[in-house]
């Protein structure tokens, strides 16, 4: 069976290499892929959100399964797109529809949502330009640190904790007044600061049954201690050392079974996979957010412990067989680490020459590629802020970083930077979890 992967990222070199590993593959497209892609796959140039392009190559090239990686082309209908036209019907698709990628989508959406069906959230008021004054006057009043969101999609870019009211409201001026993310920012959620440590849980639901994934913690800041500017990660580590059984039950019992419900409630059926940003407060699960999509780096850190056949996994979505699968998950840990560009998340510059990616890595290390590409003259050179990420396998989390760290150490370029810390501030939890 053939499969095309929309994306571009390390999620989607994730992606390609575990299913990869399945007998039932036969062919990997990956649209548009990156020069890591190409070594496994056969990249194509069409653009995520090139729906008819998409569409057009799936029918030329016989493919029957499509895994949509970024969020994107959820939130723009793609999976609509290929239900909506009989000729494209029975490709088994990953993804959501539209009407359940609005909870990725708008965040004033999830907030309500979640408020609805009784999930457990930080409490929020939702605000537009023409609310601007009305948001001002509820910032002064508010207790701080305080979270500002725009409500759209901003490629990560659109979340700001303010510490006072000064930079909450030159915060919610950029978004609303001077349109500092677009359309994405024409409503802005402000909401309560939850104290806690965060982590992320994963789902794959055909929207009654599901299957549990590894759950990951994901590192933002550029710098080590978590200081500096936030990325779109710089690291990630499964599991997560808290998640013991007790605190997973809670997540099941308090958010994933109500989202399930309340989706079924409201009328939006949803298949593929459900990202829940957590806070763990006391002890307790809280939603910081969803994404409808895996997360990235944190599906470099999770796809190498699932030993399960991801295509069967897919398969037993789409026959609606989930609540039957046993996912066989390795009980190592894994570190993941990104390396960036010199400059990022500011200014970089592009065109750089990867070293060491033709050296072989240690024992239990992966490399997945993201912001590359290959040069006429077959070079590899950075071509994004976040380049490459390297995983680590081991026995306990640290044993996992010490290989990523070496591993890391070896492929350079000119300006290359990564955190040697993923994971710093979980060594207090570090026992093995119950399951």
């Known amino acids: 069976m053939n499969v095309l992967i929309i994306g571009a990222g390390g999620r989607e070199h994730a992606l390609a290499w575990k299913i990869s590993q399945s007998p039932y593959c036969e062919r990997i497209f990956v649209a548009p892929g990156n020069a890591g892609t190409a070594q496994i796959a056969t990249n194509v140039d069409i653009s995520t959100t090139n729906f008819e ?3 057009k190559f799936a029918t030329d090239f016989n493919i ?3 895994v949509v990686g970024p969020e994107d082309p959820l939130v723009a209908g793609i999976v609509d797109y290929f239900a909506e036209r009989d000729y494209l019907q029975h490709i088994l698709v990953v993804g959501p529809q539209k009407a359940g990628a609005q909870l990725e989508g708008s965040k004033d959406f999830s907030k309500q949502f979640m408020l609805k069906h009784g999930i457990p959230t930080a409490q929020y008021q939702t605000f537009t330009a023409t609310t601007f004054d009305q948001a001002l006057a509820y910032l002064q009043q508010h207790t701080y640190p305080v979270v500002l969101k725009a409500d759209g999609l901003a490629a990560g870019k659109g979340v700001v ?3 006072n009211y000064d930079e909450a409201s030159e915060a919610i001026t950029g978004m609303l007044k001077n349109n500092q993310f677009g359309s994405a920012g024409s409503k802005v959620v402000v909401e309560q600061f939850l104290q806690g440590i965060e982590l992320s849980a994963f789902i794959l639901t055909d929207g009654q049954d599901y299957v ?3 759950e990951a913690k994901d590192y933002k800041r550029i710098g080590e201690g978590d200081t ?3 990325t779109g990660g710089m690291g990630a580590i499964s599991p997560v050392p808290f998640a013991d059984k007790a605190f997973m039950d809670k997540v099941r019992e308090r958010v994933i079974l109500p989202t399930l419900q309340g989706l079924r409630q409201e009328g939006i059926h949803y298949s593929g996979f459900l990202f829940i940003g957590l806070m763990n407060t006391n002890g307790d699960p809280y939603v910081i957010e969803y994404n409808v999509r895996l997360g990235d780096p944190e599906t470099e850190a999770i796809l190498p412990r699932i030993k399960s056949d991801l295509f069967e996994l897919f398969k037993a979505l789409h026959d609606h067989e989930l609540g039957q699968f046993q996912l066989e998950v390795d009980p190592r840990s894994a570190t993941t680490i990104f390396l960036v560009s010199g400059g990022y998340p500011g ?5 750089k020459e990867i070293k060491g990616l033709e050296t072989a ?6 490399c997945f590629q993201a912001g590359t590409k290959q040069t006429e003259e077959g070079h590899v050179v950075n071509d994004g802020g976040r380049v490459i990420a390297v995983t680590g396998l081991g026995q306990d989390m640290e044993e996992a970083l010490a ?3 070496a591993a890391a150490a070896q492929i350079t370029w000119e300006g290359r930077n990564f955190r040697r810390d993923i994971g710093f501030d979980l060594k207090q939890y570090l026992t093995t979890p119950s399951r």
């Open 161 to 163: 904790i303010a510490q």
């Open 212 to 214: 549990l994934l590894p």
């Open 64 to 66: 029957m399964m499509l």
């Open 347 to 351: 200014d970089y510059e592009k065109g």
């Open 228 to 230: 500096g500017l936030n």
């Open 403 to 405: 290989k990523a760290n």
């Open 53 to 55: 392009e998409l569409a």
């Open 361 to 366: 890595l240690p024992e239990n290390t992966l």
